[in-house]
């Protein structure tokens, strides 16, 4: 069985700033990887996932995720956030092959003026 | 537009009463899903099918049953609502089910916030 731990459950932000959401997850098997972002009442988005090949990922509104196996780790980053990115953000895991997302405990980021 | 669809969005209720949540995709999909997000935010797969058959179930009560009447629609029936029932239910819907060679994205709805009474 998989689980994902996501490290803090809440950042604050200042708009323009870098920010970074850590993950890490721990699996007996490959995985798939994923970060999801889920708007105040709304549904979830795919924002990028990692499935094989190159270890960084670019996403979509910026975002970008680095794999790194040795830690576990699949760590989201933003160079410069927007207030629109106000949101809660979702790691994934699923065994490679697998069709059971495994969600963390969500990081809600907070972008201020 | 095509997507994944749910009725209601939110639906309140009383505690011990029947209800169930509507789901349809109109992507062509064959494996739906369905996730469950409590008060903490907290998202944990339940069921999913496909074509129409059970391929995951969760430790999920069996006063959730789920029934899918043809690849397009998941319905979620829940018997004797309990407080603790109240939450986020999302549905999902796949291309089909990962492979090693393959993974198949999963496409969320909006969500059904249910509030019991």
């Known amino acids: 069985a998989q689980s994902v731990t996501q490290l803090d459950s809440q950042v604050p932000v200042f708009e323009e700033a870098p920010v970074e959401l850590r993950c890490n997850y721990s699996?007996?098997?490959?995985?798939?990887l994923f970060w999801y972002v889920q708007y105040p009442n709304q549904g979830l988005q795919l924002l990028l996932k990692?499935?094989?090949?190159?270890?960084l990922v670019k996403g979509i509104n910026g975002f970008e995720a680095e794999f790194n196996k040795s830690q576990t780790s699949f760590h989201l980053r933003k160079p410069s956030v927007h207030i629109s990115d106000t949101a809660e953000y979702f790691c994934a895991v699923t065994e490679a092959a697998g069709n059971k997302l495994t969600f963390g405990g969500g990081t809600r980021v907070l972008v201020k003026p | 537009d095509t997507a994944v669809s749910q009725t209601p969005k939110y639906l309140v209720t009383q505690m011990g009463n029947d209800k169930s949540i509507k789901c349809e995709q109109n992507l062509g999909h064959d494996t739906m899903y369905w996730y469950k997000q409590d008060s903490k935010k907290f998202l944990k797969i339940m069921f999913s099918?496909?074509?129409?058959?059970?391929?995951i179930n969760e430790t999920v009560p069996n006063r959730f049953s789920p029934k899918s009447p043809d690849k397009a629609h998941l319905n979620l029936h829940i018997n004797s609502l309990e407080l603790g029932d109240s939450a986020v239910y999302f549905c999902a819907s796949s291309p089909g089910t990962s492979t090693f060679s393959s993974y198949n994205e999963q496409f969320f709805g909006p969500g059904t916030r249910l509030t019991v009474l």
């Open positions: 990692y499935l094989s090949g190159s270890t």
């Open positions: 099918y496909n074509n129409k058959e059970l391929i």
């Open positions: 699996s007996s098997v490959s995985v798939y």
